[in-house]
């Protein structure tokens, strides 16, 4: 049988309703799968990423590549929403160390 035949055939029975999310932190990539019709809540969403890469304990932000390549936040319930519509078929993650805020120690010298 014709193998590429078989890989063809068997893309007709994919999940249409699944999301494929690859997150990168650092050099670390990790794969997970969402529901499109129902992908929860941003507070969720967050909750899973930082316990996917082990980063529990540190304060991140999190993006999105769009279909146009530019980067894109997911801080709230409506970009969540609208970055896993967007994939096709892969939502492509980038997650980030929080920068600290402003005000913090400086150095006299």
Known sequence: MNRSFHK??????????AVEVKSKFGAEFRR???DRQKPGKFEDFYKLVVH???????EVTIGYADVHGDL???NNDDNFCKAVSSANPLLR????????????ATCHG
């Open 8 to 17: 063809s055939q068997t893309l007709r029975f994919y999940d249409c309703s």
């Open 32 to 34: 997970f799968s969402l």
């Open 52 to 58: 996917t890469h082990h980063i529990s304990n540190t």
């Open 72 to 74: 894109l936040p997911i």
């Open 93 to 104: 993650v980038f997650i980030q160390k929080r920068a600290a805020p402003a005000g913090g």
